[in-house]
């Protein structure tokens, strides 16, 4: 296991402790776009993910315009609508 997944804070989006381990898989196999702002004050996490994540992975994840609070609020709607309908 990695020497940081388990280390545990409070996740500011879900509101509950969440270890390194799920936040930087949280989107999927991509970290949460949060995770280097919540994690930088315990280690050299910007460091750490430039070794593990393609540049790719890391542009998806840290490199995207982030969406407005109602482009949000849609887009979770949508999915909630076709998750009902399958």
């Not at 879900?14 to 799920?22: C, H, I, M, N, S």
């Not at 898989?25 to 949060?34: A, K, L, S």
Request: charged letters at 35%.
């Amino acid at each position: 296991m990695e020497k940081y997944d388990n280390l545990e804070i409070r996740c500011p989006r879900l509101g509950g402790e969440v270890t390194f381990a799920y936040c930087k898989r949280e989107n999927g196999n991509i970290p949460c776009p949060r995770t280097i702002r919540c994690w930088s004050i315990y280690f050299p996490v910007e460091s750490y993910l430039r070794e593990k994540l393609t540049d790719d992975e890391w542009n998806t994840c840290f490199n995207q315009q982030p969406k407005d609070k109602i482009s949000s609020i849609f887009e979770i709607v949508e999915k909630l609508k076709n998750r009902q309908k399958e």
